[in-house]
Nanobody
């Protein structure tokens, strides 16, 4: 099993930046991939960004050019640097860890972008 804990959410004005952190309970080298998802009220959870154990990344179109996913292997932590935030980025952001056929989720962290 893998536990993941998110942190770093908060309230920010449009155009601002936030960095989310996701700490995993085991070495991220042993995890196939880690990802950030978000879910806004009344909407389905959607992928924001994903990074594999080999370092390959992919982003939602809405995140490209504004968000960057990165990893600190020594800290077993994955980050999501978000810049040029928009009100439509407001959501609960969830971290996930893919290990084998299992996916583990964190409790989520709220990001609110005011206009």
């Amino acid at each position: 099993q893998v536990q993941v804990v998110e942190s770093g959410g908060g309230l920010v004005q449009a155009g601002g930046s936030l960095r989310l952190s996701c700490a995993a309970s085991k070495s991220i080298f042993a995890i196939n991939a880690m990802a950030w998802y978000r879910q806004a009220p009344g909407r389905q959870r959607e992928l924001v960004a994903r990074v594999t154990s080999s370092g390959s990344t992919n982003y939602a179109d809405s995140a490209k050019g504004r968000f960057t996913i990165s990893r600190d292997n020594a800290k077993n932590t994955v980050y999501l640097q978000m810049s040029t935030l928009k009100p439509e980025d407001t959501a609960v952001y969830y971290c996930s860890a893919e290990s084998g056929e299992d996916v583990y989720w964190g409790q989520g962290t709220q990001v609110t972008v005011s206009s």
